[in-house]
């Protein structure tokens, strides 16, 4: 009986409690706490699961972020390295280098265009430079922009030990027909450097075979620039790669490591990269701790951001190696794009000028139709002499050589442009030395180095001046052709300067008369194609002459 009251007492306190209910019949409680526990479970679940999904996935993309950047950095290096042998490659791959520095040394010679520190600085950032004889002995050096007194006698082998010696040796063993430049990273006298060597040599086949240049008798130049945040400010701004600086190996934000060529690693490259993780965590993911309905949207913003953050460091990267491709492409779309139409105007012009269809009527038609004529030839003109000059730079431009006749060629360059000089009252005069040799060249290339040389002295000429071509042997028997002008001169210090492309002479003839400053830049590089060189000797308010000398192998047999 006890028993059964006490029953029936706690369960009056239940029915007391009331019950959920559906559709009038009661539900557990444990019903709706496991919904939702399940719920947030699943809700729970999902988060993790989409978290670990971005964090994965900012994961994968540092790891080809870092990968990419380094190799866009390995990449720049390269570049530079590559700038280096060029250049080198240009001062050494000459007779004169040759002459003056293996058969018989000039110091001056070899400071005037391996020492000059403020040129080679300026313009390339190299700041040493040595040429070594066959003895591994240094006979000239720059160091630091400075000449070095008494090269001789330093230790080489101790001076040399840190990747320069390597250096010079596989720039011996780079010869096998060849002569590659070696290229890598040196240390000198606690600074390190990028630097670049390459075997001293003849251009011209006949001293080429007689030098029978070899690892055990070359003397080899080297050139070196400073791995300093001059340059890696330049590869930085360059490639795009922020706050570029040099660390320790061991340092934790290094990321590329750095080594001299005997294989000593001496630090690294360091940079700063926007990881796409540092994005993910900045702001996706408060996004979904915030908001989980805004998940999916956030996850697209965030994944669609990675990607171009990836396609534009994928495009930095490239950007070095199709930086040629895109120069050629552009330059045939110009070709196209420009000289068609060009040429459409000037034909059609030409037509209106000659009233070929019938009087134009108003004598202005007849003028404004000459304007566009002549306009629309001089623009053909530079935009020939952008392409030909791009064309020789980059080595596309072939020479079609046949036996040429000096007298011919000067004649017809003479009566082409006889009627400018004539239109000024310059006196155009012609002096050549009897019984001419034929030469071998190309035809086209050797009239426009005259007339673009003959163009810019009668340009140049005051009325009533002159402008005489000249053509005679040196003493070595080489073919020089002169063209002198009494026209305004070039200062001294502008010298060096016109033979560079767009270069112009301030004065006040260069501002009224006009031009690119492409015509010298132009003929010197088909001078060079030729073997031959071109110098000018000029003097303010007397005049100006360019000789240009073809080497004696160019005479035909």
């Not at 029915?15 to 809700?43: C, E, F, N, T, Y």
């Not at 080198?88 to 005037?112: G, H, M, N, Q, R």
């Not at 956030?298 to 895109?326: H, P």
């Not at 038609?365 to 629309?376: R, T, V």
């Amino acid at each position: 009986m006890s028993d059964l009251s006490t029953y029936t007492r706690e369960d009056s306190r239940l029915a007391a409690v009331p019950l959920p209910q559906k559709d009038g019949l009661p539900v557990p409680r444990h019903g709706i706490r496991s919904q939702l526990i399940l719920l947030a479970g699943l809700l729970g679940l999902s988060l993790v699961l989409t978290m670990a999904s971005l964090f994965w996935s900012g994961y994968s993309q540092d790891k080809i972020a870092l990968e990419n950047s380094r190799h866009l950095a390995g990449t720049a290096l390269k570049v530079q390295l590559s700038t280096l042998q060029k250049i080198i490659t240009d001062y050494t791959y000459w007779d004169e280098a040759y002459l003056k520095t293996v058969e018989k040394f000039d110091p001056s010679w070899f400071d005037e265009n391996f020492a000059d520190g403020e040129y080679l600085g300026d313009t390339f950032g190299i700041t040493t430079t040595f040429v070594v004889n066959s003895h591994n002995k240094i006979l000239r050096h720059m160091r630091n922009s400075e000449i070095f007194e008494n090269p001789s006698q330093l230790d080489t082998a101790d001076y040399f030990k840190d990747g320069i010696s390597k250096l010079i040796k596989t720039a011996r063993h780079s010869i096998d027909g060849e002569f590659e430049a070696a290229a890598g990273l040196v240390k000198m006298d606690r600074q390190f450097y990028i630097a670049t060597a390459r075997v001293i040599h003849p251009h011209s086949d006949a001293l080429l075979a007689k030098a029978a240049v070899t690892p055990s008798n070359a003397f080899v130049v080297a050139v070196m620039r400073p791995l300093g945040s001059a340059l890696l400010e330049k590869i930085a701004e360059d490639f795009g790669l922020q706050d570029l600086r040099f660390v320790r190996s061991d340092d934790p934000s290094s990321r590329l490591p750095l080594q001299i060529m005997e294989g000593e690693r001496f630090g690294a490259l360091a940079w700063e990269i926007d990881l796409p993780s540092k994005y993910v965590m900045e702001v996706i993911l408060p996004g979904f701790l915030a908001v989980i309905i805004s998940v999916g949207w956030l996850g697209w913003y965030g994944l669609n951001s990675l990607r171009q953050s990836q396609m534009q460091q994928f495009a930095a990267m490239q950007q070095a190696q199709i930086a040629d491709r895109s120069k050629t492409e552009f330059l045939a779309n110009m070709s196209h794009e420009l000289r068609t139409p060009l040429n459409a105007i000037i034909g059609f012009s030409e037509l209106m000028k000659g009233e070929a269809f019938g009087p134009l009527g108003d004598e202005r038609y007849n003028e404004y139709s000459a304007h566009i004529h002549d306009s629309g030839a001089h623009l053909l003109d530079i935009i020939n002499d952008v392409l030909d000059l791009s064309n020789v730079e980059s080595g596309n431009f072939d020479l079609r050589e046949g036996e040429i006749s000096l007298p011919t060629v000067i004649g017809s360059v003479k009566q082409f442009i006889g009627p400018r000089a004539d239109e000024k009252g310059i006196a155009l005069d012609v002096n050549l030395a009897p019984d001419l040799p034929t030469v071998l060249a190309d035809d086209g290339a050797l009239k426009q180095i005259l007339l673009n040389l003959l163009s810019n002295a009668i340009k140049f000429t005051p009325p009533a001046g002159n402008v005489n071509v000249g053509v005679k042997f040196d003493r070595d028997g080489a073919v020089e052709i002169a063209v002198s002008d009494t026209g305004c001169g070039i200062p001294g210090d502008q010298l060096p300067l016109v033979m560079r492309p767009f270069h112009q002479v301030d004065g006040y003839l260069t501002k009224s008369e006009g031009g690119t400053g492409l015509g010298l830049a132009l003929s010197a590089s088909l001078v060079a194609l030729h073997g031959g060189k071109m110098r000018i000797d000029s003097e303010v308010d007397k005049g100006t002459t360019v000789i240009v000398t073809l080497p004696i192998e160019r005479l035909a047999a």
